[in-house]
């Protein structure tokens, strides 16, 4: 929670976030950040459903021969509870396309 910064430094506030930590042994392969639910709102967060980040970085740890992909996003709130919905599978799916297309990227990018 708090403000935010763009990249001019512009800064917004906002209650809602991610945040994603690798180890400094471990080197990044890849990494994407973005939204599978809704956009940036630039006026705040508005009323539900809020956007929902999703990040995801591909680690390589010295030895291995292969990266691994760590990823997490928020899921969408429903007050009906947590079943499936035609938003949450969307957001799944939109999550889904993300993971495969960063498999593909060879070094750091966003």
Known sequence: MGPLSDTVGKTYQSQHGLGQWVAPHL??????DGFVHGAFRTDGWG??????????????????ARPLTVAHFHGLRDVGGKGDTPARADQAMRALTVLSKLRHLKTTSS
């Open 27 to 32: 080197d990044i392969w890849s990494q994407h």
């Open 47 to 64: 009323i539900d459903p809020v956007p929902r980040g999703f990040q995801a970085v591909r680690i390589i740890q010295n030895g291995r």
